[in-house]
């Protein structure tokens, strides 16, 4: 089982920065590829970043040259920073994780994580 806990939302003015941190627990944190993922109300969960266990990362058009997804395989933790934020960035952040351990595979998911973007 691996647990992911989210920290580092909070409330910002439009332009501000944030960092977001996605803790996880276990062994594997190496081998996982992690995402984060935004939802706001009324919309449908988003796919904002990725990052392959190599630190290759990929993102959505709608948030290249401001988020910058990176991990510490070190410290079993990923992260997200947000630069130039913008009130449609406003939503609950999740990171995810994607693994497979002894030949299944497993999708986990953290609690989320609140960004407000105010104007």
């Known amino acids: 089982q691996v647990q992911l806990v989210e920290s580092g939302g909070d409330l910002v003015q439009a332009g501000g920065s944030l960092r977001l941190s996605c803790a996880a627990s276990?062994?594997?944190?190496?081998?996982?590829?992690m995402a984060w993922y935004r939802q706001s109300p009324g919309k449908q969960r988003e796919l904002v970043a990725t990052?392959?266990?190599?630190?290759?990362?990929s993102y959505a058009d709608s948030v290249k040259g401001r988020l910058s997804i990176s991990r510490d395989n070190a410290k079993n933790t990923v992260y997200l920073q947000m630069n130039s934020l913008k009130p449609e960035d406003t939503a609950v952040y999740y990171c995810?994780?994607?693994?497979?351990?002894?030949?299944?595979?497993?999708?986990?998911w953290g609690q989320g994580t609140q960004v407000t973007v105010s104007s």
């Open positions: 995810n994780a994607d693994v497979t351990i002894f030949g299944v595979r497993r999708v986990y």
């Open positions: 276990g062994s594997f944190f190496s081998t996982m590829v």
């Open positions: 990052i392959t266990p190599g630190g290759v990362p």
